[in-house]
């Protein structure tokens, strides 16, 4: 799985008056563009309406294929409002939205096709009146008596045009404005659909929180087991063999290994404690948490941590456990010689002339082993991760092809 960053990009001189007024003239431009396009589509489905009437078991696969078409056209009106009018956030929406925002777009995109005529007319027009006010009469702009155009008549005539001129640049903004509503309201999805949806995303986190809960239980449960358990039982079997023993000898050797099972037995206990909650991460902070892993591991381990703010308690202990478990995981099964870990904040992006905000509003975490890759998404050790990850409104995403490497990446918003 590879993230995609589909956020649209700015150009040069995004945030200036005359850079802007040029993307907006464009964008009309070929918003007329498509609208003819939307145009002849329209007239096409209609005469693809003539075999319903003759065949009515043909309606369903008629009216999907033109669903389907309309959503091409509507990809490509997505493409220009994100390049032209800075609009990226539309969608999800349905090809029956789509069809419903063509249908409704093309006069909209005629109108702008007429403006842009009109301007360019008289962008014609003044250059050639003002071509014969130069040259006297070369354009044919000859007065009644013959003489070249006057300075009265171009004073005369600016007034109207430069009134024209107004109108004509306002009604170029009004369309891009009615543009860009009119996508909004078709190509996005209504309240109920986003409470919807939110709901069904709810009740899938909820139930993978519990799956991680319970999945959490069972490796406590099964490291006392098979850990602290067996060394307590240990311990308890040397301590009563030295109870009986009668050679002083023979059971101090047994006190001194019996000493030494309790102390691996309290080791045990904490690294399992550890895993449960690092309880010094309240302390020392995720800085030095995320270090202390990174000496621990049994792989070189390269961290870079750059967070100008300390996140909030409960996303560092989301990125210390996916931090955890990604270098378990990369242990275990990878094969890797080396381990790159970065933990780096997400800022909002700063309009063009300010100083970028230091406020962080998320937390990027990037684990990346030189292993041979072909780590499995739906095993339960990154299924849990995912979760947990998910409970806190996060994105988790796993690139591991075969033949490596793994990247193991997650966001979590800090809100």
């Known amino acids: 799985m590879q993230a995609i960053d589909a ?164 009604g170029i903004a009004g369309v891009s404005q009615l543009d860009v509503a009119l996508a909004r309201h078709h190509l996005t999805p209504s309240a109920e659909d986003v409470l919807a949806r939110r709901v069904s995303e709810l009740t899938l986190s909820r139930a993978e929180v519990v799956q991680v809960v319970n999945d959490e239980r069972r490796r406590i449960e099964r490291d006392l087991h098979d850990g602290v358990q067996q060394r307590l ?31 691996q037995a309290l080791a045990d206990l904490r690294d399992v404690a550890w895993r449960v909650y690092p309880t010094v991460l309240d302390q020392l902070g995720l800085h030095d948490v995320v270090s202390l892993l990174a000496e621990r591991s049994a792989i070189p381990v390269t961290l870079t941590y750059d967070l100008p703010v300390r996140p909030p308690a409960p996303i560092e202990t989301a990125v210390y456990f996916v931090i955890s478990e990604a270098l378990t995981n990369a242990t275990k099964h990878s094969g890797a010689q080396r381990i790159r870990i970065t933990v780096q904040a997400a800022v909002p992006a700063a309009p063009f002339g300010f100083t970028p905000p230091t406020e962080t509003t998320a937390v990027v975490v990037t684990v990346t082993d030189d292993g041979h890759g072909g780590a499995d998404p739906d095993g339960r050790g990154l299924t849990g991760l995912a979760g947990r990850v998910a409970a806190y409104d996060g994105s988790f995403v796993i690139d591991s092809p075969p033949g490596g490497p793994t990247t193991i990446r997650a966001e979590l918003p800090c809100a």
């Not at 609208?35 to 369903?60: C, D, Q, T, W």
Request: include cysteine.
């Open 233 to 263: 039982v240990a311990l308890g079997l040397l301590l009563s063999r030295a109870r009986r023993s009668r050679d002083p000898a023979r059971a101090a050797d047994l006190v001194r290994q019996a000493h030494d099972e309790s102390e």
């Open 7 to 170: 956020r649209p990009a700015k150009p040069f001189g995004h945030s200036t008056l005359p850079g802007r007024s040029a993307r907006v003239l464009a964008g009309v431009t070929l918003g007329a563009l498509l609208a003819l396009a939307e145009l002849v589509f329209l007239l096409v489905f209609a005469l693809g309406l003539i075999p319903i009437v003759a065949v009515p078991r043909s309606r369903p696969a008629v009216i999907r294929f033109t669903h389907r078409c309309a959503g091409q056209l509507v990809t490509l009106e997505r493409r220009r409002l994100a390049r032209f009018h800075d609009v990226g956030d539309l969608g999800p929406y349905s090809d029956h939205q789509a069809f419903g925002y063509v249908a409704r777009r093309w006069p909209l995109g005629l109108l702008g096709g007429l403006v842009i005529l009109l301007l360019v007319f008289g962008l014609i027009v003044t250059g050639s009146m003002l071509s014969a006010w130069v040259v006297g009469g070369t354009w044919g702009f000859i007065e009644e008596d013959g003489g070249a155009v006057s300075s009265a008549t171009v004073a005369v005539a600016a007034i109207p045009g430069l009134v024209l001129l107004y109108l004509n640049v306002m």
